[in-house]
Every structure is written in structure tokens, then in C-alpha cells.
């Protein structure tokens, strides 16, 4: 039987070899998403509060923090071991209906800060527009609260760093809403590429598409949000520029630049934290170019006001290692073509919920790499899982799927890709100095509020 010349395995078979790694990684990445419950394993008698039940608040209880924080975790509570304490919203109406669907025992805030000072508090979900990820997950953290934070990480890059140093001097586990990071698939590909089954990772693609003919965003507003019902300047947060108070903004936040990058905000963290996890070793970008159009006008053909976002675009980042990642997203047609991590030696087809991974040989490797593949691998496009995760975490000490790091690094990417299509450049960057410049060597100060772009 030939010998495989992967320095990894010489000593081995290589099928033998391969049915060996290929049982052990495939247990690894099915269960790592859910440990360390799902593993039979007791939390750590070290960490406060391990065998308590976890008192949860949520910052932020619109569509999503309504119907994927506080209607999943109440139907999953018992499971977890959590309870649901409190609730913030700067619309009343929305905090009224968060009571009503937990149930008695809610105290209901407006403001977020006081809702941090609540002492029976362990945990936070911050699900507000993009522009308040940072203030109130900075807020929760130096409050002592572990934070679930909806994607991005933050709306600008400067801000993920403030969160990153609150996360680390809080010592509070931080996870972020991109609950594709829980999926087998991304791990498992990890796994295959750290232990050097596909030669050195050169490059990989991901997609996220959509396709809607009124406009993507183009929600129902509601006449009861007015001015008057409504905290606007704590909706504003952060945001300088005199904004007046209006139902489209309130409800399709993520059409426009002044709070949200649209697509690259809203679609493609859910590609690129699973892109970035898979390849073993996420890194800082070190270049990035991003290209978006606007060309199809689907807000005239619903009727509605117009958006300043891109309705697609493809963002394409290097990162110190040599590797490329090729993400795109759009909201005017829903075609996919797959996601890949390619190799020197082997390219990695994943499925697109993470459910399956195919090892496909390079032919002039035909001889040292097997065609595999690992199917039945825990799909997760769910939040109960992510949010599983963190409850986990925060009773063993482990590091979440969608960990500070990850965020960071890809918020990274996000901030540089807004940059590079909106200022028409190409966006380099030193992760040591955290300084932007162009290709000839211009300095480029980071967008955020307050600046006229």
C-alpha cells in the first residue's frame, strides 16, 4: 500500500490514516459547536455561577430581538437553565410586547444603561441597530455582563477594538450573532486544513444572495412610532449629524450609511465568520477591495423611498499568509455558487449550512490526497444552537464559536471594505500599528461618526 508524503501522516497508510483523522475530526467538528454540554461533560466548579441558572436581559427587542433572542432562548430557557429579566427598547411599544411574551417578573427599560445596572443580570443580548453594538455591549461588559451581540460587531472599526479591550478586561465571554459559526462544516474544515490536507490554503469564496424584486429592508413601517412614542436620540446612539425622526429610517435602518453598511453590515458577516473560522487560522486582513453597485433601483419599483447602500457587491480581502477570500452579496438575485476553500494540494467544497464537506484532490496530488466526504455533519442556520453556545461557554470558560477575535478580525474586513468602495481605494492594513493606507503609501484615517463621507 503507497505511503502518503504529507509530512503530517508519513507514517501511516494514507486511507488508513485518512479513516482514522477523518473519524476523530468529524466527532471534533460535530460536537463543537455544542460543547460542552452535548460532550456529557460537567461545567467548571471554577467558574461563578457554573451549576446557576443564567438571568439573561436584551438590549434592543425589535423583529429580530423579539422573535430570534427572546422567543428562542424562552422556548429553549428550561434546557439552558436561563431566566428572562429585563428587557430595553427606546420604542414602548416594543418593550410591552417583550413583557408580554416572557411573561411576569420583567422589569422594562428605555434606556440601556440602566438596564445594565440591574444586579440579578448575568448575561446581555444586544440586538439594537448597528450604530448601538458597541456603546451598550461596552456598557454590559464593564457591568460585569456577558455579552451576545447581534452582527456586525460594531458600525465602525475603531469601536471593535473598544470592544475587544472591554471584553478582555471584563474577562465576560462575548458572542457574535453569526450563528453559521456553530455549524459542523466550519470546523470540520478547520480541522482538515490545520492538519494539512489540503497543502497550503490559497484561496476561498463565499456568497451571500438574495433576490427581492420591492427592495430588500422595504418592511412595514408602523404609524404608532412617532417622535413622540419614540427616544430618537437614544435610537442616534453615537451619530453626530442632526438626523429628524422618521419611520423609514426607525424601520429600514439598514438601507442607509448612517447606520449600517447594508450588505456588508447585515449579509455577509453570516459568509465571511465561517469563512474566516474555516480556514483554521483566522487572520487581519492586510488588503482589501470592495466593489458595489446600485444599478437595478428595486426601492421605485416597491414604491419606497431610496436607498444609498449597495444592492450587490463583492468584497475581496488578503490576509498576511497569502491567502484570499472572495465574499459576495446580493439582494437582486438569489443565485449561489457554492463556497470553497481551495488549496495547493486539495480544495474543500462546504455545504452551505456547514452540513457536509468534500475533499477534492489537485491532480498532481492524486497520489498523497484521497477524494472525501463528510456528509451528516450538524447543519446550523439556527440561532437555539449559537445561543446555546454561549450559555455553555460562559459556564465552562471556554472561547464561543463567534468568539472576540473572530469578530474583531472580520470587522476588520467589513470597516476596509466600506472604505474601499465608498472612497473608490484600495485599503491596506498594518494589524501591529492599526494604521490604513492606500497602495501608495497615503495615510487613511478610519471611517466614523461624525465624518462627512
Known sequence: MQQTKNPLTRNLPRRDFLKRVSGATAAV????ALKPRLLGQA?????VGANNRIVVGYIGVGAQGLNAHVRIMKQNAQANNIGQAAVCDVWGKRVDEAKAMIGEGVTGYSDYRKLVEQK?????????QDVNHAPAAIAALQAGKHVYCEKPATRYLPEAFAVQDAVKKSGKVFQLGSQGCSAAGWHKSAQLIRDGFI????????????????????IATDPTATAQTVDWKAWLGPIQKPIEFSDEYFFRWRKYYAFCT???GDLIPHRLLPLMLATGNPEFPSRVVCIGTRNVDTDKVGGAPERDVPDQLTLLAEFPSGLTLNVTASTVNARSPGFAIYGHMATLEIGTSGEAVRVIPEKPFADEVDPEEFTGLTPIEDFAPHHQNWFDCIRSGQQPNANIELAVKAQAVI?????SERLKIACLFDEKTRKITTQDGRDVTALNFGMDV
Open 29 to 32: 467538528a460535530a460536537t463543537a
Open 43 to 47: 461545567p467548571s466548579v471554577n467558574v
Open 120 to 128: 440579578d443580570l448575568d448575561a446581555v443580548v444586544v440586538a439594537t
Open 199 to 218: 497543502g497550503t490554503p490559497v484561496w476561498g469564496q463565499g456568497y451571500y444572495c438574495r433576490n427581492n424584486p420591492k427592495g430588500e429592508w422595504n
Open 262 to 264: 447594508g450588505p456588508l
Open 415 to 419: 470597516a476596509l471594505a466600506e472604505m
